[in-house]
């Protein structure tokens, strides 16, 4: 298959997802072509079946705001026509999926019909899509899409709630590539972030405020208070200066690291003991099963898709958003016992397999085939 996969190339879910996809795509033989406004963070190799199209804006005085949905469908139209794809996946409704719409009528007029996937991914949805500046776009373009996949349950049920949707939504989930998580722990890392043996809390995130990075540091003050620990805050985003100034204000400094963007973040997470995800939302938390696939347990929210993945009392805890007490109670009654901790470490290893590439790759291409074929009869 030629498949046209359109994301957002930076460290967000979205783009992960969109470019480990494509990576695996093209490692089972299609050709994958990604169309995007710069190289996506994770494509950094080179495979013959993966291709990259820079989406470039021209800028003119005139605009206060460059119309990059206009370029990103030019884009779309031209390699659509030209690489000869059967199908275009657009990962994040907006403005992805109305690009996709409007590249879809262009292409007609050409004799060329394509079908659109479009994946919803969280905030495009929860968030962002359900403004009513996007609302009547989003609503528009996941309705004339061939295809729609959520990443949960929850997710899908969102869709329904706040959308007028008319259409069949199929549950995807996330996936993770087993083979890369699995990493042996590297010692003299561990040891350079906890001399003495203290436990390794991790929170991974871009830092916004729907990540509630605060609450990560309010947790591990109190879990201070019982078990000798550290934590490493990974990624970079608005909310990370208002956590530096709070572990000031709480005098946690020396016990926790800004680790910035990384790129090996499974690293990271081999050495560590609990991941912290307090998110206010959160469609799936991908993040969240990068940590179970390095044996590290959750402590989260129960909100959105995270009840779908972290499973309360076995891969971690999920307490109330904005419950800090209950997380960090769950936290040291994990990592006050070495029985305990390892017990739960197990636990949530052997829920991340559940989530293999091996088993969520072959779905997704069944969907390509089911909409490619759909498309053909609808013609
Ligand atoms: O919706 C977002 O915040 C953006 C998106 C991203 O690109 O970071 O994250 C979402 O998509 C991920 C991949 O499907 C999910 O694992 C995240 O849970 C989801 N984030 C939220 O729902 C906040």
Redesign the pocket.
């Known amino acids: 298959m030629r498949i046209g996969i359109v994301c957002?190339p930076?460290f967000?879910?979205?783009?992960?997802?969109a470019t480990e996809l494509g990576k695996a795509l093209a490692d089972n033989g299609h050709q994958v072509h990604f169309i995007t406004y710069s190289q996506p963070a994770r494509l950094d190799f080179f495979s013959e079946n993966l291709f990259y199209h820079e989406v470039s804006v021209s800028n003119y005085p005139l605009f206060d705001y460059a119309p990059y949905e206009l370029a990103l469908s030019s884009k779309m139209v031209d390699v659509a026509r030209f690489e000869k794809l059967d199908i275009l996946h657009v990962h994040?409704a907006i403005p992805h999926a109305s690009a996709a719409f409007m590249a879809k009528q262009i292409l007609a007029t050409y004799g060329i019909h394509i079908p659109v996937v479009t994946?919803l991914?969280?905030?495009?949805i929860?968030?962002v899509g359900k403004d009513l500046t996007y609302k009547p776009v989003v609503t528009f373009s996941i309705n004339k899409s061939d295809g729609v996949t959520a990443?949960s349950e929850d997710?899908k049920k969102a869709t329904y709630d706040h959308f007028d949707i008319q259409r069949e939504i199929r549950v995807i989930p996330?996936f993770i590539d087993l083979q890369r998580f699995s990493l042996k722990a590297k010692d003299h890392f561990k040891k350079a972030i906890a001399p003495f043996g203290e436990r390794i809390l991790v929170h991974t995130s871009?830092f916004?405020k729907?990540?509630r990075t605060q609450d990560v540091v309010h947790i591990f003050k109190q879990i201070l208070t019982k078990v000798p620990a550290k934590l490493l805050m990974v990624g970079d985003g608005p909310e990370r200066v208002n956590c530096e100034a709070l572990c000031r204000e709480l005098e946690v400094c020396e016990h926790v690291r800004f680790l910035g963007k990384q790129d090996a973040v499974e690293e990271i997470l081999s050495v560590s003991d609990l991941f912290l995800m307090p998110?206010e939302?959160?469609?799936?938390?991908?993040?969240a099963?990068e940590a179970m696939a390095c044996k590290v347990p959750v402590i989260s929210s129960n909100t959105?898709?995270l009840p779908e993945l972290n499973v309360n009392g076995v891969t971690g805890f999920l307490n109330n958003v904005g419950d800090v007490d209950g997380m960090a109670t769950n936290a040291i009654y994990i990592l006050q016992d070495n029985q305990i901790l390892q017990t739960f470490k197990e636990n949530a290893i052997k829920r991340a397999k559940e989530f293999d590439l091996s088993l969520i790759l072959p779905v997704y291409e069944k969907y390509y085939e089911e909409v490619i074929e759909k498309s053909k009869v609808a013609i």
């Open positions: 957002y930076t967000g879910g979205s783009g992960v997802v994040y994946t991914h969280g905030t495009d929860t968030l990443v997710l996330n871009n916004r729907v990540k998110s939302s959160e469609s799936f938390g991908l993040a099963l959105g898709g």
